[in-house]
């Protein structure tokens, strides 16, 4: 089974990076996201992602996770839509017709336009971050953080929150499975899910408590908050970086003037 | 050394002790081995003799615990203790921080104050010594229970610490693992290091103890060595599981030919493969399991035996061949439908326990099969495993072994004809295991058909009609027992 957002054992283009390349990438990535509100400009940028996750060998472990990422964009589509009508209505979710209620809920070119503005900017993020985590060793991770001058037990819980991602995930498929065979029969869809709530979740929590001691003491008794550490195997910069870098910069530079001259392409 | 004088300690929120007056040393170069019924305070010991009790839990505390001559309390934390003590706990899954097997170890090793070539070196040398070289670049969490405890070993064995405390680290394992695991173990006692380790397997490690001890209600209730200890009737019974006398009841005849081809069996699997993605975990496995029969499935972490039996209930539909229960093909059946039919019992309880009390746990299965009048049922099905007196108790306050009763308690009360139960003796000592053994034996006389996994081939020998072993995904042999 396919881990969220877990490293994963490969030689590409990313895996090469030095983790401080691959920071300043997910910052640049996030800052230019946020900043930009033109849907060609976050088209573009979902489309340069993708390129990148297919030049370093990555796209098979980003595509995975499409599904979850469009279910989310039109999630975000329909909630826009029901509460922020904004210019021309196209028509309305409830017809005219119906008695009483006919008329509402409006379906505006403004609501379309600002929940795919925030789709895009949600996809964009989550690619970016995808990216860096499924290329980067926690180790490494660890590493630069402690350079960073970050207090040990903040990189560690970052560390744990990730590491229990695929926990939950593999141990919620074994609880699954057993109350499937429990006779239980949740059914499909939204209403299923939410009936399945108890079941799942109570022997989940309470198995993740119990599996949070154990992983505390683990990282004790490992010695991993002493903080005395020798460097080994440690990461430099390389030519990778130096390109990344160079690329990063001249995007940066681009943004700006076209922000100033062109402001129409990016907002 | 680790000396325990007079140690007792309660858990918070709760009155029993669960450590009552005990006292121990860990002698440099000796390796102890403790054992005795889930609950007993085993795991509580090894907490107690590393300092975590006292430097991480509440509760209250009585007695006196030293490590190398130094009150526990004097040191500054967990931190300035791990540099004397390695400790493995039982839960594999949760000491696995990394992302894989070679950083587990790596990371571990970072932060010894060695040298980059003494890192490499030792780096090297435990993924030899503890089979691991192969698993490399694995991800620890999908690497199966075994190989995770090997993994959990050897970065404890990392650290070079001198005293090591193990907490079940083979309850996963089969028995090749097992031996590979003894003896790496018995090759550091010849190093000179100390071993505290809590086990059930005695057969095992009998070579390598020094002493035996057996803890029952949080106290010590034997101590020396293991031939001394043995000596005592009730105390062997618990240490060594005995399962003699269990098949008192005459094996099932032989059917002949015509009468076996006639009969609809409890199980018919024809030519099933099955492949997780594109990784192939069952090729052609043939098997016909007759109504009444009680079978055990034997072989090899990995060999494809959960896999084969979750086909069963369809929690997995073949990739090719099929699957019978009772005459009707799972792939025409819902997993809901075979509920009726199969009842499975997996390997951690702990997976399906999320009710209030014992009653409605077993209920929970009851109410999904649509059956009314539930009481009467729960309690018939309470009093087969013998847990009648905890019907109102929260679940999870029950002991391992008592656990595992109430994982077949829910299975035993939705009545389904066939039962199939993965690794049921996991974590229990001789007497916890015999008790489930004589229970599924007991079910087996009342016409269920039972079908059990197990790397234990004494159960297979003593409890079984049939043993299949499986190796590779493949059934090898399939003889009477």
């Given amino acids: 089974m396919a881990e969220i957002l877990q490293y994963v054992h490969k030689d590409g283009f990313f895996h090469r990076l030095h983790p401080f390349s691959k920071i300043l990438f997910i910052i640049v990535a996030s800052v230019m996201c946020v900043l930009a509100t033109g849907i060609p400009f976050l088209i573009l940028m979902v489309a340069a992602l993708l390129i990148l996750a297919y030049a370093s060998h990555l796209h098979r472990e980003v595509i995975q996770q499409l599904r979850l990422v469009l279910v989310m964009s039109v999630v975000f589509?329909?909630?826009?839509?029901?509460?922020?009508?904004?210019?021309?209505?196209?028509?309305?979710?409830?017809?005219?017709?119906?008695?009483?209620?006919?008329?509402?809920?409006?379906?505006?070119?403004?609501?379309?336009?600002?929940?795919?503005?925030?789709?895009?900017?949600?996809?964009?993020?989550?690619?970016?971050?995808?990216?860096?985590?499924?290329?980067?060793?926690?180790?490494?991770?660890?590493?630069?953080?402690?350079?960073?001058?970050?207090?040990?037990?903040?990189?560690?819980?970052?560390?744990?929150?990730?590491?229990?991602?695929?926990?939950?995930?593999?141990?919620?498929?074994?609880?699954?499975?057993?109350?499937?065979?429990?006779?239980?029969?949740?059914?499909?869809?939204?209403?299923?899910?939410?009936?399945?709530?108890?079941?799942?979740?109570?022997?989940?929590?309470?198995?993740?408590?119990?599996?949070?001691?154990?992983?505390?003491?683990?990282?004790?008794?490992?010695?991993?908050?002493?903080?005395?550490?020798?460097q080994v195997r440690e990461r430099r910069l390389g030519t990778g970086d130096y390109a990344m870098m160079s690329g990063l910069a001249v995007t940066i530079v681009s943004f700006v003037i076209i922000a100033i001259f062109a402001s129409g392409l990016i907002f | 050394m680790i000396e325990l004088k007079d140690v007792s300690y309660t858990y918070p929120h709760t009155v029993q002790e669960a450590l009552h007056r005990l006292s121990l040393v860990l002698a440099p170069g000796r390796c102890i081995?403790?054992?005795?019924?889930?609950?007993?305070?085993?795991?509580?010991?090894?907490?107690?003799?590393?300092?975590?009790?006292?430097?991480?839990?509440?509760?209250?505390?009585?007695?006196?615990?030293?490590?190398?001559?130094?009150?526990?309390?004097?040191?500054?934390?967990?931190?300035?203790?791990?540099?004397?003590?390695g400790i493995v706990f039982d839960d594999a899954e949760a000491q696995m921080i990394f992302t894989t097997v070679e950083e587990e170890i790596l990371s571990a090793l970072e932060y010894r104050g060695l040298s980059c070539e003494e890192i490499e070196k030792r780096l090297a040398s435990i993924m030899e010594v503890t089979y691991l070289t192969a698993l490399r670049d694995r991800s620890p969490h999908n690497l199966s229970g075994g190989q995770k405890q090997r993994v959990a070993l050897a970065a404890t064995l990392a650290l070079g610490n001198d005293v090591l405390i193990l907490d079940e680290p083979t309850s996963e394992l089969d028995e090749h693992a097992t031996r590979r695991i003894v003896e790496i173990l018995s090759g550091l006692k010849g190093q000179g290091k100390t071993i505290l380790i809590v086990e059930h397997k005695y057969a095992h490690f009998r070579d390598m103890v020094d002493t035996l001890v057996v803890m029952e209600h949080g106290a010590i209730s034997a101590v020396g060595a293991p031939e001394?200890?043995?000596?005592?009737?009730?105390?062997?019974?618990?240490?060594?599981?005995?399962?003699?006398?269990?098949?008192?009841?005459?094996?099932?005849?032989?059917?002949?030919?015509?009468?076996?081809?006639?009969?609809?069996?409890?199980?018919?699997?024809?030519?099933?493969?099955?492949?997780?993605?594109?990784?192939?975990?069952?090729?052609?496995?043939?098997?016909?399991?007759?109504?009444?029969?009680?079978?055990?499935?034997?072989?090899?972490?990995?060999?494809?035996?959960?896999?084969?039996?979750?086909?069963?209930?369809?929690?997995?539909?073949?990739?090719?061949?099929?699957?019978?229960?009772?005459?009707?093909?799972?792939?025409?059946?819902?997993?809901?439908?075979?509920?009726?039919?199969?009842?499975?019992v997996f390997q951690n309880p702990d997976h399906m326990f999320f009710a209030d009390t014992v009653r409605d746990e077993i209920a929970f299965g009851l109410e999904n099969l649509g059956i009314t009048d539930t009481d009467a049922v729960i309690d018939a099905a309470l009093d087969e495993v013998g847990l009648l007196p905890t019907k109102t108790l929260y679940p999870r306050w029950l002991s391992r072994g008592e656990r595992q009763r109430l994982a077949i308690a829910c299975v035993v009360a939705m009545q389904p004809p066939i039962i199939v139960l993965d690794e049921p003796t996991t974590g229990l000592?001789?007497?916890?295991?015999?008790?489930?053994?004589?229970?599924?034996?007991?079910?087996?006389?009342?016409?269920?058909?039972?079908?059990?996994?197990?790397?234990?081939?004494?159960?297979?020998?003593?409890?079984?009609?049939?043993?299949?072993?499986?190796?590779?995904?493949?059934?090898?042999?399939?003889?009477?027992?």
């Fill in chain 1, 77 to 230: 589509v329909i909630i826009t839509v029901l509460t922020m009508p904004n210019g021309a209505t196209l028509g309305y979710l409830v017809p005219q017709g119906v008695p009483a209620i006919g008329g509402s809920l409006p379906i505006t070119v403004g609501a379309i336009g600002i929940g795919l503005v925030l789709a895009l900017r949600f996809m964009v993020l989550i690619f970016a971050f995808q990216l860096f985590l499924i290329s980067t060793q926690p180790r490494d991770l660890v590493h630069s953080m402690e350079k960073l001058h970050m207090p040990i037990d903040y990189i560690l819980m970052f560390i744990i929150a990730l590491r229990f991602i695929p926990t939950l995930q593999i141990e919620g498929r074994r609880i699954h499975e057993a109350q499937l065979a429990r006779g239980y029969n949740p059914g499909s869809g939204m209403i299923g899910k939410i009936k399945s709530v108890a079941p799942i979740v109570i022997p989940l929590v309470s198995n993740a408590l119990l599996r949070s001691n154990v992983l505390g003491l683990t990282i004790d008794m490992r010695g991993y908050r002493t903080g005395i550490r020798t």
């Fill in chain 2, 33 to 85: 081995m403790v054992t005795g019924p889930s609950g007993a305070g085993k795991t509580t010991l090894c907490l107690a003799a590393c300092g975590i009790l006292c430097h991480e839990y509440g509760g209250k505390k009585a007695g006196l615990v030293t490590i190398n001559g130094r009150n526990v309390a004097d040191y500054t934390g967990l931190s300035e203790i791990a540099k004397n003590i």
């Fill in chain 2, 228 to 344: 001394d200890v043995l000596r005592d009737e009730r105390i062997r019974k618990i240490v060594i599981p005995d399962f003699a006398g269990i098949k008192t009841r005459a094996p099932l005849p032989e059917p002949a030919p015509s009468e076996r081809a006639a009969a609809t069996p409890a199980i018919e699997v024809r030519h099933l493969s099955y492949s997780y993605d594109e990784v192939p975990a069952l090729h052609d496995v043939c098997i016909r399991v007759n109504a009444g029969e009680f079978v055990a499935v034997v072989g090899e972490n990995g060999s494809g035996k959960t896999t084969l039996v979750k086909q069963f209930n369809r929690l997995l539909t073949p990739t090719t061949g099929d699957v019978e229960i009772l005459g009707r093909n799972t792939r025409d059946c819902t997993i809901a439908d075979l509920a009726h039919d199969v009842g499975l």
């Fill in chain 2, 429 to 481: 000592d001789g007497d916890e295991a015999r008790l489930v053994m004589e229970i599924l034996k007991k079910l087996q006389v009342q016409g269920h058909t039972i079908v059990v996994i197990t790397h234990n081939r004494d159960i297979a020998q003593y409890c079984a009609d049939r043993m299949i072993t499986m190796e590779q995904g493949r059934v090898i042999s399939d003889a009477r027992t």
